[in-house]
């Protein structure tokens, strides 16, 4: 059963009912977590870790829409494992447009095709993925980088480490804040994404696999 407009789970306070409310309360929420965890933000670069997807296109259009007011300089980041095909090029495309359109500097890099060995393609991904961040990083290319798990995220990410025996920091496996990582919609549920995202016209790539690839 639902509660107003926006349901039941919601990670903040709102009237239930007020589409502004709700979108400005969400803005509010990173906002502060951004100026509290990022000293001088105004001569910071932060770069957003796309795929292209619904949760890293919400966080992209509010961390853009914060970008005037804090004055921080903005990138995107997009791999593209070439794991579905022509999908995969598709998803390329798309970031490349949303960079234009938002008139963003986007790094990309490509995984070539077949290079993942069937049995273990999540680690191998995270793997390039956390590589590709770390080079960026590393040659100053951006000073925080801004990964869009949310809060069912979490949840199953937990629930899988649970299962493949994970040790006893479990619970720290996804933090707001890990060194020049930034996780600030892991306190928005799925629900609240997807409530965003349709309030504000947000289009994106539909990607089942991209799920299995957030355990990370």
């Known amino acids: 059963k639902r509660n107003g407009y926006f349901g039941k789970r919601r990670a903040f306070k709102t009237c239930g009912t007020c589409r502004e409310c709700f979108i400005k309360n969400m803005l509010n929420s990173v906002k502060k977590f951004l100026t509290k965890n990022i000293k001088d933000i ?11 997807g ?7 259009h509010i961390i853009y829409k914060l970008k005037k007011e804090l004055g921080f300089n903005l990138i995107i980041i997009h791999i593209n494992y070439n794991l579905r095909g022509e999908e995969s090029k598709k998803d390329e495309l798309f970031a490349r447009n949303i960079a234009k359109k938002y008139n963003l500097n986007i790094y990309i890099k490509e995984i070539k095709e077949g290079s993942y060995n069937k049995k273990n393609i999540q680690n191998e991904a995270r793997e390039d993925r956390y590589n590709f961040f770390e080079e960026l990083y590393k040659k100053n290319i951006f000073d925080y980088l801004i990964i869009a798990h949310n809060k069912d ?3 199953e990410t937990i ?5 493949k025996g994970a040790g006893a920091d479990i619970y720290n496996c996804l933090k707001k804040k890990n060194n020049y990582i930034l996780r600030p919609i892991l306190n928005f549920y799925r629900e609240d994404i997807e409530n965003y995202a349709k309030e504000n016209n947000l289009e994106y790539r539909e990607d089942a696999s991209n799920k299995k ?3 990370a």
Not at 43 to 48: C, E, Q, Y
Not at 159 to 163: A, D, P
């Open 42 to 52: 105004n001569k910071k670069t932060l770069a957003v870790a796309y795929s292209g």
């Open 159 to 163: 629930i899988y480490r649970m299962i």
């Open 153 to 155: 995220d979490f949840v």
């Open 213 to 215: 690839n957030k355990y």
């Open 54 to 60: 619904i949760d890293s296109q919400t966080a992209l």
